[in-house]
T-cell receptor, first 111, second 113 residues
Framework: GDSVTQMEGPVTLSEEAFLTINCTYT??????LFWYVQYPGEGLQLLLK?????DKGSNKGFEATYRKETTSFHLEKGSVQVSDSAVYFC??????????FGAGTILRVKS | DTAVSQTPKYLVTQMGNDKSIKCEQN?????MYWYKQDSKKFLKIMFS???????INETVPNRFSPKSPDKAHLNLHINSLELGDSAVYFC????????????FGPGTRLTVL
């Protein structure tokens, strides 16, 4: 079945450091891909998405490119802030429009 | 206006009790979902309803019974609660076949003592 694999956390960075969170997927066809963010004590917010190969999703300084050849959708940000501390989930859209999530990666940014 | 709302936000109860969580969306979507997030933050689909019909049931114990009285509501009833049911339950909605992004509710934190 469809699955998503994310790098394990927690990832701890200093403010203004470069962020990469790896995400790879296994799926039939070419599903839409998403990054969701969950701030402490809150629900899930859509951060960005890409619907086809070579699409780049971007939002709030975060970017991810849909790479069909490597089945990847890595999340990047050039300069993280303390306020970016959260759990980040990579997901793909499977049959019935359900989302299949990765295990989540905790990001901690220190000032 | 809240797009997807859930009640209650927190629910603390004893083992063996029966409880319900409610979800409502005002987006006009035709498909709604329940997801469970366990203590390790892992998120997994439980159920999906499209136009009040069950379309996804991911091997969830039959103590869990979803009910969709109309397209805008999807409730989750849990019988004989167990310790392992403690989790955050998220409702979500989308419009089928349009490529719309799924919208998530704020979650209901269930604690079974």
């Amino acid at each position: 079945g469809d699955s998503v694999t994310q790098m394990e956390g927690p990832v701890t960075l200093s403010e203004e450091a470069f962020l990469t969170i790896n995400c790879t997927y296994t799926a039939t066809g070419y599903p839409s891909l998403f990054w969701y963010v969950q701030y402490p004590g809150e629900g899930l917010q859509l951060l960005l998405k890409a619907t086809k190969a070579d699409d780049k999703g971007s939002n709030k300084g975060f970017e991810a490119t849909y790479r069909k050849e490597t089945t990847s959708f890595h999340l990047e940000k050039g300069s993280v802030q303390v306020s970016d501390s959260a759990v980040y989930f990579c997901a793909l859209q499977s049959y019935g429009n359900k989302l299949v999530f990765g295990a989540g990666t905790i990001l901690r940014v220190k000032s | 206006d809240t797009a997807v709302s859930q009640t209650p936000k927190y629910l603390v109860t004893q083992m063996g009790n029966d409880k319900s969580i409610k979800c409502e969306q005002n987006l006009g979507h035709d498909t709604m979902y329940w997801y469970k997030q366990d203590s390790k933050k892992f998120l997994k689909i439980m159920f999906s309803y499209n136009n009040k019909e069950l379309i996804i049931n991911e091997t969830v114990p039959n103590r869990f019974s979803p009910k969709s009285p109309d397209k805008a509501h999807l409730n989750l009833h849990i019988n004989s609660l167990e310790l392992g049911d403690s989790a955050v339950y998220f409702c979500a909605s989308t419009q089928h076949r349009t490529g719309q992004d799924p919208y998530f509710g704020p979650g209901t934190r269930l604690t079974v003592l």
